[in-house]
């Protein structure tokens, strides 16, 4: 038996290792019925040692970031959730592909100013990957432009400023 947290309700669960199928990815909370994401990780400890195999259970993050438009003279505060995939941000216009779109008075932020991919790992969790989309005056990232064609992968809290909007990264 392994102990496990619940990430959601944190009950504290005894599980049976021998009873997970392989490949398992999460299963359901015996109390909240919400699920827990799990990586079985089989670790075989010599005989020696006189240990059994034991089974590492480690929670995942599963829930993607959300970006936060930072209120301010032209844009007041807007919070977008990510979504798996590619994800084009800018203002809001009627000529605008972008897929959010930022209500604001800030001329210097183009309509389709950066890109945001989120992608799934293999492990189970999410990566944020940002680059600029060709924009007018650039994108400032946590301070410095990315460079043309660069892709950074987002961290929590990081700062993203396109035109004179700061934009705010949360996991
Ligand atoms: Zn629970």
Do not use: W
């Amino acid at each position: 038996m392994i102990s496990v947290r619940c990430p959601h309700c944190h009950v504290g669960l005894k599980v049976d290792e021998g009873k997970l199928p392989p490949g398992i990815q999460s299963f359901k909370c015996p109390k909240c019925k919400k699920a827990i994401p799990i990586s079985l990780v089989f670790a075989n400890k010599s005989a020696a040692s006189g240990s059994s195999e034991t089974t590492l259970i480690q929670p995942l993050k599963t829930s993607m970031g959300t970006l936060t438009v930072l209120p301010d003279e032209n844009t007041r505060e807007q919070i977008f959730p990510l979504y798996e995939g590619v994800t084009l941000i800018g203002r809001q216009s009627a000529a605008s592909n972008a897929t959010i779109s930022i209500v604001t008075a800030d001329k210097s932020m183009s309509r389709e100013h950066i890109r945001i991919e989120v992608k799934k790992e293999a492990k189970g969790g999410y990566k944020h990957y940002l680059s600029d989309n060709n924009s007018k005056n650039h994108t400032l990232y946590n301070s410095s432009f990315l460079e043309k064609g660069e892709v950074v992968v987002l961290n929590n809290n990081d700062e993203i400023i396109i035109g004179r909007t700061v934009l705010r990264f949360n996991e």
